[in-house]
């Protein structure tokens, strides 16, 4: 738009989100991805007290290491999300905080989250340092990358999982890791879908890489390993009766209803949220966690 006359002053910050801003820049809504994946690793049996406490340290560490992550990221991208019609709004790009503001509350972050270390020892530390790391990579260049950029989100997730298999000192089940690799993956393709069909490919360079027709096609190919790997994890790591392979119908709904609210509803553009407020997704996450409550609690 062209500027009157003599107005030169750029417009006052204007508060768009119900949070104060310095709490809205750690997207505490992105919060639930780990409390969702990180206690993944208790699964199968009872924790004694000192695991469920080493559990719920590493599941702070990565809700700290995630917020640092985010506050990074929107440091790094600042220029960028205020020209995007909705991360404009986010406390950095909207001129909320200041650029200061921002690196201050990185270090605090990063200080908080050396004492959550400390008390893990060397094999989470190493894991939440490591998704620190491809992180920072998937910031600097990574995400710029088709294909590469989903990868390197998806791997993020199972960091998180390994995270909490190494908090509770406990095998890796890697059945449960395959699942949970290709259901991220879901996630993040129906988000690129989403992003591309409403904003094209000027905000992320990646989406020159994808096509509708191609993000179908992979969602689809996801999809089906997600429920393979669902299905060998019940039968062969789980250490369920048989019975638990009725949970795969509850499975096969889920990636159904998603696959439905991102390809028939245009969706998905928010994964946590529509995991965690589409009705029809918590009615089944409800029947879905009846039929294991038996198998948990035998």
């Known amino acids: 738009m062209t500027q009157l006359a003599g107005h030169t002053s750029a417009p006052a910050p204007v508060r768009t989100g119900r949070l104060p801003a310095p709490l809205a820049l750690l997207r505490p809504g992105q919060w639930p991805k780990n409390l969702l994946v990180v206690p993944l690793a208790l699964i199968g049996g009872a ?12 599941l702070g560490a990565f809700v700290l290491a995630s917020s640092l992550v985010y506050v990074l990221n929107d440091i790094a991208d600042v220029e ?11 406390p950095l790009a909207s001129g909320q905080m200041s650029m200061a503001s921002a690196v201050a509350t990185a270090l605090v972050l990063g200080a908080l989250l050396v004492p959550a270390l400390l008390t893990l020892g060397p094999g989470s530390a190493l894991i939440i340092l490591l998704y620190l790391a491809v992180n920072g990579a998937y910031s600097w260049k990574l995400k710029h990358l088709p294909l590469l950029d989903v990868f390197v989100v998806a791997a993020g997730f ?23 690799l290709a259901s991220c993956l879901v ?3 129906g988000k690129r879908r989403h992003e591309l069909s409403v904003s094209g490919t000027g905000h992320r360079p990646a989406l020159v890489g994808y096509s509708a027709h191609f993000l179908d096609l992979v969602l689809v190919l996801c999809s089906a390993l997600a429920l393979f790997g669902y299905l060998l994890y019940l039968r062969t790591e789980s ?15 889920a990636l159904f209803r998603y696959l439905q609210i991102v390809i028939v ?4 553009g928010e994964p946590v949220k529509t995991l965690l407020r589409d009705r ?9 966690g009846a039929l294991l409550v038996p198998h948990l609690v035998r």
């Not at 960028?80 to 986010?90: A, I, M, N, Q, T």
């Not at 638990?244 to 096969?252: E, K, Q």
């Not at 509803?265 to 998905?268: I, R």
């Not at 029809?280 to 879905?288: D, G, P």
């Open 158 to 180: 199972v960091l998180r999982l390994l995270g909490g298999y190494e908090a509770a000192e406990r095998p890796v089940e890697m059945w449960l890791v395959l699942t949970v």
């Open 80 to 90: 960028r999300d205020k020209r995007h019609p909705v991360k404009r709004h986010r």
């Open 47 to 58: 924790p004694d007290a000192t695991t469920a406490v080493r559990v719920a340290v590493a």
């Open 239 to 253: 250490g369920f009766g048989p019975y638990a392979l009725l949970t795969a119908v509850c499975a096969l709904f």
């Open 265 to 268: 509803d245009g969706g998905g």
């Open 280 to 288: 029809v997704m918590l009615a089944n996450s409800a029947v879905w």
């Open 187 to 189: 996630l993040i393709l």
